[in-house]
């Protein structure tokens, strides 16, 4: 995550780490415990596989999105916590200007092509 985008506030910080690493690597844990004991959490490390946390993340990222979609159905925010942004809006006129020059060049370049076609 771009550190731009990361809140301020420290509580936010951890509920938003909780949230995108935490959860998913331990229901990953929890799902390998569940289908095969401790030697299938253990599997994941052992392995061979260069980043066995990383690989628990991915395995646990899709009921890790179901349980915030169920915690943001209770209250929005909850689950997927709302990010700040800096929104900035430019001058209309500008994006305008800058049309107006383009639509001209195009219309400069198909004369010429037609030219083209002409003397062809």
């Known amino acids: 995550m771009p550190a731009d985008s990361v809140p301020d506030n420290p509580l936010d910080q951890l509920r938003l780490s909780v949230m995108q690493d935490v959860l998913p690597i331990g229901l990953a ?23 066995p946390v990383q690989t628990l993340r991915q395995e646990g990222e899709p009921a890790a ?3 915030r979609d169920q915690l943001d ?14 929104v900035s809006v430019e001058d209309p006129s500008d994006e305008r200007d ?4 383009t639509l ?4 400069q370049r198909l004369d010429v092509l037609k030219g083209h076609l002409q003397d062809a």
Request: hydrophobic share 40%; proline share 8%.
């Open 29 to 51: 844990v929890l799902e390998r415990a569940r289908q095969g004991g401790p030697g299938k959490v253990a599997e994941a490390f052992t392995t061979g596989t260069d980043d």
């Open 65 to 67: 999105r179901n349980v």
């Open 73 to 86: 159905a209770v209250s929005p925010g909850l689950g997927n916590p709302v990010m700040p942004v800096a």
């Open 98 to 101: 800058d049309l107006i020059e």
């Open 104 to 107: 001209q060049r195009l219309e």
